[in-house]
């Protein structure tokens, strides 16, 4: 006779799993979500978070010094474009009127700002760059940057 309460058996562990378990069986290592020490686990689920762990590869020192240079620029200017965006609309509700040069500000700021996102997205492609090539990339965007503010600076001031 069949015991009525049975308990399911537990699935069985994949290979990753299994090699993961037996790395954690004599390396302390930490959770990466709540950072609980996870030696000695017999499946693979932080007893602190219930997490589910798996094994992965990583680097031991990611550099991203030069992709933050390059994206701080956009970002930059992302964030003051929705800040401009108010004296803009209030040109258009009171005004019916849009400063050019106004317009021309916001839509390089926004246009920017989303370079920024994507770059921010597509970040593993610039990593794979070599470090020359990034320091060019993010020089060359900072020089677009500036060449504007100077362009829009001299412009405002000519009162164009």
């Known amino acids: 006779m069949a015991d009525p309460v049975q ?6 562990l994949t290979r990753a799993q299994t090699l993961l378990l037996d790395f954690l069986s004599d390396h302390d290592a930490c959770c990466p979500s709540c950072g609980y020490n996870v030696r000695a686990l017999t499946r693979p689920v932080c007893p602190e978070c219930r997490q589910q762990l798996t094994l992965t590869v990583g680097v031991v020192n990611l550099r991203l010094r030069w992709l933050l240079v390059a994206l701080a620029p956009g970002f930059f200017s992302g964030i003051a474009a929705c800040f401009v965006l ?4 209030g040109q258009l509700l009171f005004n019916n009127y849009v400063d050019p040069l106004l317009a021309g500000l ?3 700021g926004w246009s920017s700002g989303l370079f920024a996102i994507l ?4 970040r593993h492609r610039f990593l794979a760059l070599s470090r ?15 060449a504007a503010f100077v362009i829009f600076l001299t412009l405002a001031i000519r009162g164009w």
């Not at 108010?86 to 609309?89: L, N």
Request: proline fraction near 12%; charge should be positive.
């Open 86 to 89: 108010i004296p803009v609309g």
């Open 106 to 108: 916001d839509l390089f």
């Open 119 to 122: 770059l921010a997205w597509k």
């Open 7 to 12: 308990s399911n058996p537990p699935p069985a």
């Open 132 to 146: 020359g090539r990034q320091v060019c990339l993010a020089a060359a965007i900072w020089f677009v940057h500036v």
